[in-house]
C-alpha cells in the first residue's frame, strides 16, 4: 500500500510541476511563429509558381480582393509569362505583421519580402496578405502580390514593397513612386 501511495504522490507531483511549467512556455512555443506561417505561405505560393498552377496560386488571394477584377486571369497569365526559369534559392528579406481587434473582430496581416532566384533572373516579390480575419473569412488570402526584375528596381538596397498602394491582384513591374533615402 505504501509503494501505491508513493506513485500516485510522485505522479501528482509530477502533474503539477508540468502544469505549473506550462505557465513559464513562451506563446507560440507549440504552434508556429507568424515568420513560420509566412514562410510556409511564401512556399507554397512558389512552388504553385514554379509549376504553373494557375487554379493553385488564384487560390492563395483572398477571394474579396480578386471578385471585382475584372483582369485577374489576364495578370495570372502575365505573371507566368513574367516569371522564368527553375527555382534555385530565395531569401527572407523581412516580414511585418500588423494585427487588429476591433468590435470582437480579430484580423492579422503579413507584409513579405523575398528575392527569388531562378536560373534565369532575380525577381523581387511582396505580398500582402491576410492571414486572419474572424468578420469574413473572404478576406483572407492574398489581397496584394507585386513581382518585380532585380535590375529594374531603382532602390535594390532596400526590401521590395512594390508601389506602396497595396493595389489588390497581381501587380508587375511596379516601384515605389516616391523618393527614398540612399541606403
Not at 25 to 40: N, Q, W
Not at 114 to 133: G, I, L, N, Q
Amino acid at each position: 500500500m505504501k509503494k501505491i501511495s508513493s506513485i500516485i504522490s510522485i505522479a501528482l507531483v509530477l502533474l503539477f510541476t508540468s502544469v505549473g511549467m506550462a505557465a513559464c512556455i513562451p506563446t507560440g512555443f507549440f504552434v508556429d511563429s507568424d515568420e513560420d506561417d509566412a514562410l510556409h505561405k511564401l512556399e507554397t505560393f512558389l512552388d504553385r509558381l514554379q509549376n504553373e498552377d494557375k487554379e493553385g496560386i488564384k487560390e492563395l488571394f483572398a477571394p474579396n480582393a480578386i471578385v471585382g477584377l475584372t483582369d485577374f486571369g489576364e495578370s495570372l497569365d502575365a505573371l507566368l509569362e513574367y516569371f522564368g526559369g527553375e527555382i534555385k534559392s530565395y531569401t527572407k528579406n523581412g516580414l511585418i505583421t500588423d494585427r487588429d481587434k476591433d468590435s470582437g473582430i480579430e484580423r492579422k496581416w503579413y507584409v513579405k519580402s523575398s528575392d527569388v532566384t531562378t536560373t534565369t533572373d532575380v525577381f523581387r516579390m511582396a505580398f500582402y496578405w491576410c492571414a486572419k480575419d474572424t468578420g469574413d473569412k473572404g478576406n483572407v488570402g492574398i489581397t496584394s502580390f507585386y513581382i518585380l526584375k532585380f535590375n529594374d528596381d531603382p532602390h535594390p538596397t532596400y526590401s521590395y514593397g512594390g508601389d506602396g498602394l497595396r493595389t489588390p491582384g497581381i501587380n508587375i513591374g511596379k516601384v515605389y513612386l516616391f523618393d527614398l533615402p540612399d541606403g
